[in-house]
């Protein structure tokens, strides 16, 4: 029966059951959606790694699930009032030119395998490790790092300082408050190594939001999320139309992507239906743990010697 089941995906010429990779985008993007993360850069790990997936197009492949799985999410944040449309757009801004960037490096300096792989894992090592550290240094007294139990009309994004230098909002009874030009830098860095990766930047933006920014990942998470899919829409597009090297496979398998981005979808919408009830400290900890455990598998191989013969 399950073999029946089984396809071949003839772009990428992987062949898998077709309900795997929409149960685990599922499952992966229930738990990453909290932090304003769309899971993308664990499925990509998981298409290289298991499914033997490794030419460039990989990267693209993995825009074209965000495109599917993440307005979900997105359409939730927003209708809970949790989506803070400055730094929305702040990120989209830096990211978009950051994707093009990307794009070029993925293709001509991070074709092989063994060389993305050891970028993959530094960049994941770096978001992993960034996380613990701030899941320990919440400061006490404050409600950031809380089981969220307010009121609705608490628990909603309110802007109440637009300038070329400071933007600040409201939430939960705090004021929040980041300076646009230094994450406009941020965010152009960010599209930079998400374009190459293929994760939008979402991955990246959400995490140094709440470290360097000290914003809640409740707020982060829905414009972090929203600014991965406009990146990942046009991620897609590029990879899919810009003319690649001679020998290169860069056009991503829409039908794989998708069919994750669908499980993905209904995995995005729950968890950002129940992150306001999860603490987030525990949030950090449990995207952190599974981003750093991938991270290691990419980079010990590389920097331990075989002792095979």
């Known amino acids: 029966m399950f073999e029946s089941l089984t396809i071949l995906f003839p772009v990428s010429g992987v062949k898998i059951n077709i309900l795997f990779?929409?149960?685990?985008?599922?499952?992966?993007?229930?738990?990453?959606?909290?932090?304003?993360?769309?899971?993308?850069?664990?499925?990509?790990?998981?298409q290289m790694s298991v499914l033997g997936y490794t030419a460039p197009s990989v990267s693209g492949t993995n825009h074209v699930y965000n495109v599917f799985s993440i307005p979900s999410g997105v359409y939730r944040y927003i209708r809970e009032g949790r989506m803070a449309w400055p730094l929305m757009w702040v990120v989209?801004?830096?990211?978009?030119?950051?994707?093009?960037?990307?794009?070029?490096?993925?293709?001509?300096?991070?074709?092989?395998?063994?060389?993305?792989?050891?970028f993959a894992g530094l960049v994941l090592a770096a978001i992993g490790l960034r996380l613990v550290w701030d899941a320990f240094h919440v400061r006490s007294g404050t409600k950031r790092g809380s089981l969220v139990t307010a009121?609705?009309?608490?628990?909603?994004?309110?802007?109440?300082?637009l300038s070329p230098t400071c933007i600040s909002y409201t939430f939960w009874g705090e004021t929040f408050s980041f300076n646009p030009v230094w994450m406009f830098l941020?965010?152009?860095?960010?599209?930079?190594?998400?374009?190459?990766?293929?994760?939008?930047?979402?991955?990246?933006?959400?995490?140094?939001?709440?470290t360097f920014f000290r914003l809640p990942i409740y707020t982060v998470a829905g414009a972090a999320l929203m600014g991965t899919c406009v990146t990942s829409v046009v991620g897609a597009l590029f990879y899919t139309w810009v003319p690649a090297p001679t020998g290169l496979s860069t056009a991503p398998d829409w039908a794989l992507g998708a069919l994750f981005g669908l499980g993905g979808a209904v995995g995005?919408?729950?968890?950002?239906?129940?992150?306001r009830y999860v603490p987030q400290r525990l949030i950090k900890l449990v995207v952190a743990a599974v981003i750093v455990a991938v991270a290691l598998g990419y980079i010990l191989p590389a920097v331990i010697p075989s002792r095979t013969s």
């Open 21 to 46: 990779p929409p149960i685990l985008a599922m499952t992966v993007a229930f738990f990453t959606s909290m932090g304003g993360i769309s899971g993308a850069f664990l499925l990509l790990p998981f």
């Open 92 to 118: 989209i801004a830096g990211t978009l030119p950051g994707v093009f960037l990307g794009y070029f490096i993925r293709v001509r300096y991070l074709t092989a395998p063994g060389t993305f792989k050891v």
């Open 151 to 161: 009121s609705p009309e608490e628990a909603v994004v309110r802007t109440i300082r």
């Open 186 to 210: 941020l965010a152009l860095v960010v599209g930079i190594v998400g374009g190459a990766y293929g994760i939008g930047g979402g991955a990246i933006i959400a995490p140094l939001c709440v």
């Open 268 to 275: 995005m919408y729950c968890g950002a239906r129940f992150q």
